[in-house]
């Protein structure tokens, strides 16, 4: 899995017909889905309609598969449905042991890509733990999952979420895990995203889940640095080379470099 994914685009893994324009929005990952948007007497026809699809499907993403949970009714089918199709790997949800990530490398292979779901309690809880040395490519936090654990409630502001999505965002850094950052159910609401990936980007977050096409364009907006963020970025290094305290007007130090330079690679060459 490349770095710097800003958007993963979800597609319900049933409808074949929105798998086959899923490249249309040139988001960085796909991944059709087989767990959250396929009720439970659909599994099976969802499954089959994912490798068909799969067989066949040409976009220029990582393609991924969000398989059922571990211990559900539906996981070993999806893992050996998945084995030998075109797929780089899975996407694993509500990640709570270590185990889980091993039960998926035993099914797919050493090398598969494997995008961890930390969308429970006990999952944001042990981050951590869950991302250091696991070997995932990417993790996400759900929030719609993990509040529905606590039995708590959504808001628009989401400051139910704000310890988690923090703490999910520390356990990437120090587990050198990118993370992605929780979907925006107003799929309409095109404020609403640019404010959530705006946060998420402050809070050191990579990218960002889509559950619609739209909402592709809106996460590589955030997610990738502005002209004016490169310039300044350029002019902190430069002005660094030069012992120079100050570029317009704010004073730089040694975390203002390593800030800038984080910009410049976001921004790639």
């Avoid at 040409?58 to 797929?87: C, E, I, M, Q």
Wanted: hydrophobic fraction near 50%; glycine fraction near 12%; proline fraction near 4%.
């Amino acid at each position: 899995m490349q770095a710097g994914v800003r958007s993963l685009l979800f597609v319900p893994g049933g409808r074949a017909d929105m798998i086959a324009k899923v490249g249309r929005s040139r988001p960085d990952g796909v991944v059709l889905d087989l767990e959250d948007a396929v009720a439970a007497g659909d599994k099976d026809t969802a499954r089959a309609t994912v490798v068909a699809a799969l067989a066949v499907l040409d976009v220029d993403a990582v393609v991924l598969v969000r398989v059922n949970p571990p211990g559900s009714p539906w996981f070993a089918d999806d893992l050996a449905a998945v084995a030998g199709t075109r797929a780089d790997g899975v996407v694993l949800p509500k990640l709570e042991h270590p185990g889980q990530v091993e039960q998926v490398r035993t099914g797919l292979g050493p090398d598969a890509v494997v995008v961890g779901g930390l969308e429970t309690a006990l999952g944001v809880a042990d981050s951590r733990a869950l991302l250091e040395g696991s070997g995932l490519a990417a993790a996400y936090f759900g929030a719609e999952d993990y509040v529905a654990d606590l039995g708590g409630r959504r808001t628009a502001g989401g400051h139910e979420v704000l310890y988690a999505r923090s703490r999910v965002a520390l356990a990437g850094r120090l587990s050198g895990v990118p993370v992605l950052d929780q979907v925006v159910v107003a799929v309409r609401d095109d404020d609403a995203f640019r404010r959530e990936a705006a946060q998420a980007r402050d809070l050191g977050y990579a990218g960002k889940l889509c559950i619609h096409p739209a909402q592709v364009a809106l996460a590589h907006e955030a997610f990738t640095p502005s002209e004016a963020e490169v310039a300044h970025a350029r002019a902190v290094v430069e002005a660094s080379a030069q012992g120079v305290g100050l570029v317009d007007g704010q004073m730089v130090d040694d975390v203002h470099v390593r800030m800038a330079r984080a910009v410049l690679d976001r921004a790639g060459p």
